[in-house]
């Protein structure tokens, strides 16, 4: 290779230059300044190179089309305005929204809100869309664009969708005479028809012959997700197991990839397009991979097992649901619907930086004070789980584990237990089918399975009523399994590796009192909830412990102020109207709204401006205290007092930033995107 002296390269003029410059990357181009005063300059004065340094700062990627020809110094400056709007949490315009109460399915991604409509029997019958406003429409009463499909042909148990490809995906019982037990519907969007692109418009789960003497009536949960061109499905608690597999819809949908787990898989979700994360019903998570693209029916493979804390004697694991937004495959399209008004997203989250959240709920069954239930979230960031380093592994036991078979004959499709999927979407949602437990546990206080509401946050939930998405309602008779001819199955030598390598530096444990399927949204990096207003002027979010034992309020004060800033963000409020006779607001009490950031940028980024702050707050009595309404940074490592239901307190490190809301709601769900905070409120 010929290589040049740095001087030949400044000796070109200035536009052939900076052509140069244009192919590299940030951290190219970040090195380039310090090679020379002219290079850095050069970078420094341009609004294209400080667009590229920016959105790798943000962990984000462009999704404007090429076609579009905004300015760079627009871009800049628009992304520069909208993630400090993100840091202080403040938004530029707020909108009521008249929509009908969500049913027990509903979904918010990019502009778009779904909501199914159920008749007496609480079967979904219809879907309706809304077409939320986008930044910048100047009327806050807005009629929306609305639509809805009639269902009646189908009996739905779930749905999900992809706005960037015009997606619809249906999850539906399959009719009596089938020999199947689920279906797959790929439909538009904007029609209602069938999807383009779908090479079979209609995929079937769980085959079997017809001579099985056992019937549908306990079939499990549903959860059904997207990621790109792969559509997974994940069904628990068939036949005292789980299923999951997953399609690849556009390329060859006619073989798929299963796993049958009869140890139990409580959730799923994509960490690539060529890996997922499930949770197990033991407590732990396990990473698989699986060939992409999928060319022939097979099995994914096991890479780590990442276990939980141990848990105290008497106590065992009641649910656990994890999820992520936006999925892997996620990129904005603004293009993608038609008939629908053009998307003014400019930049997704990276596909490998995103964060996390797992919610778990840990159950003492023998416990006699009525407080039997202990729950808490944590948070991580999934690349390290899929790249654990080297001394991770050196460090760890490995457990020989037998992997099925990479293949299954195509003419011989074989039944599995349980398919369950999840949506790319914040706190995820369960669909509901059969009024049986998950587990062997005394009878929940209610069985229906109702529309989530909000509870108020504490350690523990007395007299615990099972949240409704452990639960279903339906009888339907059950087709038998077919087994397939398998070839001999190798054995794989599966990582496992235990908490304390991998958990305490890389997760961030908080207790959780609420049980709504969307308390707690994230979105890329950053993560909403909703705080409880207790009392004024004491502190609000969970107590927990530095790393010198004192007690510290992980949510901050409830000291109000007033920010008169100029708002450069975008907040969208949606609920049922307030006027509503039926509703009373004291029903539900006020609640901040919490926002954390796990982006190392925005870490590195707040320590600054606290120490450039910090002089000036020595001088003068009370200076030195922190507005609450600043964000802080949370570095230190916690202790979450797990009230016996673990071995040890749980101590976490994952650093992150956080800020609170000046302004409080009434709201029972809260959810999020790359520019709006939805929320429901009554």
Known sequence: MHHIHISQLLSLPIEL?????????????????????????????????????????????????????????????????????????????KYRLKIPPAGSIYEFIGDLYATGKEDDNQLTRSISFWELPLSGDANNEAELRSWTYSMKDLTIIDFTMDPTQDLLVLVALAPASSTHLYEIHLRSIATNEAHPRALISKLSCLSGSETHPTTR????????????????????????????????WVNNPQVSCKLKSKSGI?????????????VRTMGSLETYTFPNPI???????????????????????????????????????????????????LYSPRPTERIYVCSLCVFEPAADDGQRARCFIFYFNPEILLHPPEKWKETTKRCKRRVPSCHYAPTSPSISTGPFSFVPLPIPHYTDITLQPLHSLPP???????????????????????PSHLFHAHSHPVLPESKPPKVVQPVRVSVV????????????????????????SVYGLRTVDSVRVES???????????ENGDKVMVGGSTFLTTDEGHHEGKTLSAGPDDTDANKSESSVPPRFLRLRDYNPYSIRECLQLEELRRPQGRHGKGKAKTKWREPRVVTYPTTTDVKGAFRHD?????????????????VTDVMMDDCKILLHEV
Request: proline share 6%; charged share 20%; aromatic share 10%.
């Open 266 to 278: 409580e959730d799923f979700t994509f960490l690539s397009n060529d890996a997922f994360l499930i």
């Open 17 to 93: 230059v900076s052509s140069i410059l244009g192919f590299l990357g940030e951290v190219d181009l970040l090195t380039c300044t310090a090679v020379a005063k002219q290079l850095r300059n050069l970078i420094l004065d341009s609004s294209k190179f400080q667009y590229v340094i920016e959105l790798a700062k943000r962990r984000m990627i462009c999704v404007i089309p090429a076609s579009v020809t905004t300015p760079y110094a627009s871009r800049l400056n628009f992304l520069r305005a909208r993630e400090h709007a993100w840091r202080m949490l403040n938004w530029k315009s």
């Open 295 to 345: 060319i022939d029916s097979c099995n994914p493979v096991s890479q780590h097992k990442y276990l939980f804390p141990q848990l105290s004697d008497g106590y065992m694991y009641w649910y656990m649901t994890i999820s992520s937004n936006s999925a892997p495959a996620f990129i904005s399209n603004p293009r993608s619907c038609p008939g629908r008004s053009r998307s003014k997203q």
């Open 650 to 666: 749980i101590v976490t490190r994952l650093p992150y930033v956080e800020v609170m809301s000046e302004e409080t709601f009434r």
């Open 497 to 520: 590796i235990p908490w304390h390598v991998w958990g305490p530096q890389n997760t961030r444990w908080f207790e959780e009192g609420g049980n709504t399927d969307w308390k707690y």
């Open 536 to 546: 004024l002027p004491t502190s609000i979010g969970c107590q927990e412990r530095n």
């Open 217 to 248: 009536d306990q079939l499990g949960s549903v959860r059904i997700q997207i990621s790109g061109d792969k559509v997974a499905l994940l069904v628990k608690q068939v036949y005292s197991s789980s299923h999951l597999e997953i399609w690849d």
């Open 444 to 466: 929940p206080a209610s069985t229906s399975a109702a529309t989530s509401s909000a509870t108020t946050s504490g350690p523990t939930t007395p007299a615990v009523s099972a």
